[in-house]
Structure formats: structure tokens, C-alpha cells
């Protein structure tokens, strides 16, 4: 839709739907100001509508919350630039560092640099407690501290509205 169809002159129109004797300047002059908390209401609803539009460009996809988070909260100059040392980044925080152990059968010398396959014979794979434990998350938020601070719980809420509802995620202030 055309944001010009929302442009409306309410004055004016209201000018144009009065009969020709009637248009006076005095008429028109009270006309004017009956018609203020119309063209307030209107501009409050393309205001909101514009923001909705801007809000709808997004999803829950990762890619698109980097995007999301860098216009609400970083600089919209450089939203655009990709290495900009302040942007708000997007991490895949999926890599852990915790490495299994792996017990072989007895009998069996070969040594083995990385695990096999999953249901290949000869190995078990165990992983270390404090890996099964930690709580790992889907994705990490680099936010510089200048953006992140006292906007924590509105930063919260904008994560947690356009992200896909089963992903974790932390931010780590750089």
C-alpha cells in the first residue's frame, strides 16, 4: 500500500465537502480546528503503522535479529557496514569446548586421533560431567557496552520476541 493514500489534508476535505454557500472564513476557521484531532490521530496511526512495517521486515531467523537489534540499538548509519567495530553481532554459540573421552574394547591397539561414527563397533564415548551438565545456548549476542546499557530488560524483549521460540541464547558485553 501507497503510505501517500494516508496523507490526508482533513482541513481541506473538509473544506471540499461543504456546500459553496457555506464556505466563509469564518466557517473554515472553526472547520480548521475541528478537524486538529483528526490530523492528530492520523499521524499518531501512520506513525504506528510505519513502526508495524518496520517490525514485519523481521523473523525469528538469526540472520534477521542481527539486523533487528543493530537498527533499534546501535547506529542506523552503519548498519549496513559488516565490519564496523561497534556493531551488535550474532554468534553461533553451539562449538563447546568439552572433548569426549573415548574407551575402546580391550584387545583392541589401534589408537585413534578423532572418534569414529556414531554406531560404529569398538568405541563408547563418554563425554565429561560438566559437559552434559552446562547449559549451552543456541546463539551469543556481542553487544558493545555504550548500547547495552540500562536498556537490559528492553534489550531482553526485542531478543526474545524475534528469535525462534525454542533457541537459547546470552549476550556477552564487549
Known amino acids: 500500500m501507497n503510505s501517500k493514500v494516508l496523507e490526508i489534508k482533513f482541513p481541506f476535505l473538509a473544506a471540499l465537502l461543504l456546500p459553496l454557500e457555506l464556505r466563509k472564513t469564518g466557517l473554515l476557521a472553526v472547520l480548521n480546528v475541528l478537524m486538529i484531532p483528526f490530523s492528530a490521530g492520523l499521524a499518531s496511526l501512520t506513525g504506528m503503522r510505519r513502526d508495524k512495517q518496520q517490525e514485519l ?4 531467523q538469526v540472520c534477521r535479529l542481527e539486523y533487528c537489534l ?19 553481532r550474532v554468534l553461533d554459540g553451539t ?80
Open 57 to 60: 521486515k523481521y523473523n525469528g
Open 70 to 88: 543493530n537498527y533499534r540499538f546501535g547506529n542506523k548509519d552503519e548498519i549496513e557496514n559488516i565490519s564496523y567495530k561497534d556493531r551488535i
Open 95 to 174: 562449538d563447546n569446548n568439552g572433548k569426549p573421552y573415548i574407551i575402546y574394547k580391550r584387545g583392541v591397539n589401534a589408537v585413534y586421533d578423532k572418534p569414529k561414527l556414531r554406531n560404529e563397533r569398538g568405541q563408547i564415548i563418554l563425554n565429561r560431567r560438566s559437559v552434559n551438565c552446562a547449559s549451552f545456548f543456541n546463539f551469543i549476542i556481542e553487544c558493545p557496552r555504550k548500547y547495552y546499557e540500562g536498556k537490559e530488560l528492553e534489550f531482553a524483549a526485542v531478543v526474545n520476541t524475534y528469535k525462534t521460540q525454542s533457541k537459547s541464547w546470552t549476550i556477552k558485553i564487549i
